[in-house]
Structures are given as C-alpha cells and as structure tokens.
C-alpha cells in the first residue's frame, strides 16, 4: 500500500496553502487591533497602580492615626479552660 499518491499530495498541498493563506489573514488583523489593545493594556495597568497606590496610602493613613492595639492577655482564660479540663469524669482522647 502506497502512502505517497497523487490525492494524498494534493491533499496534503492545500492544507499548507490554506493553513498559510489564514495565518497571513490573521495577522493582518492582528495589526489592526493593535492599537487598541495596547491602549486598553495600557489605560488597565494604569488603573491597576492608581489603586495599588491609593490601598497603600490608606493602610498607611490608619496605621498611623489609629490607637495603638492593646495587647490581650489570655493567662486568665487559659487557666480557666485547663481547670475545666481537669474535673472532666473521662479523660479526653487525642485526635
């Protein structure tokens, strides 16, 4: 059995015309659009650090014209729950 035939030539011929006659279409349009799709890429970075920009300097507002954190001391709490632990009628298993 043949592989290389006069049909499966020409076959083979004209997928690579096509495939290259769309590439050359597809190209031609991408040079169109162009233009604006650096525009839109543009304008969108652009955007992107004004906001960056902007969260930072309100992160940066509050940390410093907020109070202070207090510091929490959960000693107390701790005791309380280790306490209850300990009066507990069976022991508890480790999961």
Do not use: W
Request: charged share 30%; glycine share 6%; no cysteine.
């Amino acid at each position: 059995m043949k592989i290389f035939t006069k049909r499966n030539a020409l076959v083979g011929y004209l997928t690579l015309k096509a495939n290259s006659r769309a590439r050359r279409h597809f190209m031609r349009r991408q040079k169109k659009r162009s233009g604006l799709k650096l525009v839109t890429l543009l304008v969108l970075g652009i955007l992107s650090v004004g906001l960056l920009i902007a969260f930072a300097g309100v992160l940066h507002r509050r940390s410093r014209d907020g109070e202070p954190v207090e510091e929490v001391d959960l000693t107390d709490e701790i005791e309380i729950v280790v306490d209850d632990l300990a009066d507990a009628p069976e022991s508890i298993p480790a999961t």
